[in-house]
């Protein structure tokens, strides 16, 4: 194996759409087509006005939004942060999330920590509601 992968992320599967989620959120999860063993990245766009359909939280991950486009706001352990363009945010493990899009949209990219195997994620389904 080599030592180094490049991939661009426009060519990973948008997994939104197999799941449904599409086109409110576009969702390119990059771990395995990078070959990555101990950290996890993806793309995400959220429509203009759009509210991230998976609100979470996760036991032992750390993850860190950066992002790239837009305006909006994070909702942590529901305490509301307005987010704009190059604005990162590390969300400790524990700590519920969720994104709302701004007017524009809004872009992001999101780097996890190394994690149990098959992940560690806990969905908050009626958390919008």
Request: hydrophobic content about 35%; charged content about 25%; aromatic content about 8%.
């Amino acid at each position: 194996m080599s030592g180094h992968t490049i991939k661009n992320l426009m060519q990973i599967e948008d997994g939104a759409v197999k799941f449904g989620l599409s086109p409110t959120l576009e969702a390119r999860f990059a771990r395995d087509d990078l070959g990555c063993e101990q950290v996890g990245l993806s793309y995400q766009r959220l429509a203009p006005g759009a509210r991230h359909p998976i609100f979470h939280r996760h036991a032992a991950d750390e993850e860190v939004y950066v992002i790239t486009s837009g305006r909006g706001v994070v909702s942590l352990d529901g305490e509301e942060v307005e987010i704009g363009r190059w604005d990162a945010i590390r969300v400790a493990p524990g700590t519920a999330r969720g994104f709302t899009a701004g007017p524009d949209g809004l872009e992001m990219i999101a780097i996890g920590s190394d994690r149990p195997e098959g992940g560690d994620g806990e969905f908050i389904p009626d958390f919008w509601n």
